[in-house]
């Protein structure tokens, strides 16, 4: 059976010539994570700064199939800007609480659904705002929608919908994955962020596991903010307690994932928040480049992902025990498990994750002509 994305490229250039459509019925409107993507930023693949490791492939790629159909996606600035009209455009938030509520005075305007990509311990005040949320759209996509993580008080739980984060592509990276001189060691790519007080968040347990791993001389750490000390984000107790250690494997920030996890056989593959069916990047991340992910997060990951993709840190009793494992894994069982996640993205398990956008946006984003 074809993939529902099949036809659509995962790479996007404007066309100048597009014709936005006159009837605003075929306008769909996208609220961005964030002002820096509004003026259809959103959809360019062009800008490195904002599509850093494709991160934008996905919404262009659901625009493109939108122009397929004849019809347009823009971004919701154009729709705030314009008067209303007799015609109804559909809306969708990324995890914007702003504006929705002053379209819900609007007889032009339909509110189809609200994505919510962060974990509680991000941004709780997405998960607080349900009840409401729920009330004002169609659908609401969360990581799961039993409540883990989450209170389901007040909530239209009819209207909840899972979440598959989005993927840009379904195959590997050839230049990467490829690459067989790798260091025999583990890499950790992640910022320094102070987390918010809330049950299983994974932050001072990805400081843990690097420290405890530091002694051993085989772990090594890429991201932004770690040697700011006086920033905010460093004024947690377990970023002082092991600040000398984490500095001492600290090799700077890095410009591309793919690119440092390439240098690497494993990788440390945390998420921020252990919270059922919150599945982010960085596992995929590892996939792309060829990377064993060594992997903590959510607790039905083998109901998500296959379990012979990755390695399951919660098997281990000390981060030590578990590099002597590395350390004995035949290069074999180490290629194995690389094949297995190739084999995984290209499969209609992971099909979810890389349709999900063209999932989420409707059966117009996939019509052809």
């Not at 990467?176 to 932050?203: A, C, Q, T």
């Not at 894994?329 to 190739?342: A, D, F």
């Not at 992971?350 to 002509?369: D, Q, V, W």
């Amino acid at each position: 059976m074809p993939s529902p994305c099949q036809g659509v490229i995962d790479s996007y250039e404007e066309d100048d010539q597009q014709v936005i459509p006159d009837n605003a019925s075929d306008i769909t409107y996208v609220d961005p994570p964030s002002p820096a993507y509004y003026e259809d930023r959103l959809f360019d693949t062009s800008d490195a700064i904002l599509n850093r490791d494709d991160s934008l492939v996905p919404y262009a790629r659901v625009r493109q199939a939108y122009r397929a159909a004849g019809k347009e996606l823009r971004t919701a600035d154009y729709l705030m800007k314009a008067p209303g009209g007799e015609a109804v455009s559909n809306y969708y938030s990324l995890g914007v609480l702003d504006n929705y509520k002053a379209l819900l005075q609007r007889a032009d305007v339909r509110l189809k659904a609200f994505v919510i990509f962060e974990p509680p311990v991000v941004d709780p005040r997405l998960y607080k705002a349900l009840p409401e949320l729920t009330a004002a759209f169609e659908t609401v996509y969360v990581h799961n929608t039993v409540g883990d993580g989450y209170s389901l008080e007040g909530v239209d739980a009819s209207r909840l919908r899972q979440l598959y984060w989005p993927q840009p592509r379904d195959e590997v990276i050839l230049q990467y994955w490829e690459r067989s001189e790798r260091l025999d060691r583990i890499v950790v790519i992640n910022g320094n962020h102070i987390p918010r007080k809330v049950p299983n968040e994974l932050y001072s347990k990805r400081i843990e596991a690097m420290a405890g791993l530091a002694p051993l001389g085989v772990v090594d750490l890429y991201g932004r903010g770690w040697a700011k000390w006086w920033s905010r984000a460093s004024m947690w107790l377990p970023y002082w307690k092991h600040r000398k250690t984490l500095m001492s494997i600290y090799k700077g920030a890095c410009e591309s994932k793919y690119e440092v996890l390439s240098q690497y056989k494993f990788s440390l593959c945390f998420e921020n928040m252990a919270m059922k069916g919150y599945v982010t990047e960085k596992i995929f991340d590892c996939f792309y480049a060829g990377t064993v992910p060594l992997y903590l997060g959510a607790p039905d990951i083998e109901d998500l992902i296959p379990k012979d993709v990755y390695i399951d840190c919660r098997k281990f009793s000390s981060w030590q025990a578990m590099y002597g494992a590395l350390e004995k894994m035949p290069s074999r069982e180490v290629e194995k498990i690389r094949e297995n996640g190739r084999l995984f993205i290209r499969s209609a398990e992971g099909e979810k994750y890389h349709c999900s956008l063209m999932n989420i946006f409707g059966e117009e984003a996939k019509t052809r002509p």
